[in-house]
T-cell receptor
Framework: KAGVTQTPRYLIKTRGQQVTLSCSPI?????VSWYQQTPGQGLQFLFE???????NKGNFPGRFSGRQFSNSRSEMNVSTLELGDSALYLC?????????FGPGTRLTVL | DAKTTQPPSMDCAEGRAANLPCNHS???????VYWYRQIHSQGPQYIIH???NNETNEMASLIITEDRKSSTLILPHATLRDTAVYYC??????????FGKGTSLLVTP
């Protein structure tokens, strides 16, 4: 069974731009969570989607948004990028009690 | 804020058991203890989880104290590939909300 895939793996943007990251969960998994990882703040929860509904949201500004499609694939969008948004963005899918993480998207904001 | 406390770093000799402690004195009755690890630049990997009973799988053992205020992850025969950051997490929803800083485990030859 294929694992969680994230695209793109690397991305370079400039301040003020927006970006969309994609996550394809493991087949059959309906829960997708997103995380931001930075050296200073560590791994922080962004939001969780289940069956196209956002069920939980972390403490991030409204510039961070997401959605989930009927096939459970998920996207997250960051608008008006800031230098501090440079990070590894991870998504994880879950069927039952175990989260499976993707390799992440490394976003660099210049 | 993290609800768990872990030592920032630990060393272990290859082939020996690695015992990683975690304190969670404010754990709620319905919260599970989960352990994940993250090898440099990769996504975290699930290891094991438990509620109140000790658990064992092919990767590790999890020992939870009777009062559930602390736990220990045991890697019985550490290898160099076990070098990683280990996170102890509490959750009642099945997904992690707060990873904290974790313990950086270095396995040495």
């Amino acid at each position: 069974k294929a694992g969680v895939t994230q695209t793109p793996r690397y991305l370079i943007k400039t301040r003020g731009q927006q970006v969309t990251l994609s996550c394809s969960p493991i087949s059959g998994h309906r829960s997708v969570s997103w995380y931001q990882q930075t050296p200073g703040q560590g791994l922080q929860f962004l939001f969780e989607y289940f069956s196209e509904t956002q069920r939980n949201k972390g403490n991030f500004p409204g510039r961070f948004s997401g959605r989930q499609f009927s096939n459970s694939r998920s996207e997250m969008n960051v608008s008006t990028l800031e230098l501090g948004d440079s990070a590894l963005y991870l998504c994880a899918s879950r069927l039952d009690s175990e989260q499976f993480f993707g390799p992440g998207t490394r976003l660099t904001v210049l | 804020d993290a609800k768990t406390t872990q030592p920032p770093s630990m060393d272990c000799a290859e082939g020996r058991a690695a015992n990683l402690p975690c304190n969670h004195s404010t754990i709620s009755g319905n919260e599970y203890v989960y352990w994940y690890r993250q090898i440099h630049s990769q996504g975290p990997q699930y290891i094991i989880h438990g509620l109140k009973n000790n658990e064992t799988n092919e990767m590790a053992s999890l020992i939870i104290t009777e009062d559930r205020k602390s736990s220990t992850l045991i890697l019985p025969h550490a290898t160099l590939r076990d070098t990683a950051v280990y996170y102890c997490i509490l959750t009642n929803s099945g997904y992690a909300l707060n990873f904290g800083k974790g313990t950086s485990l270095l396995v040495t030859p």
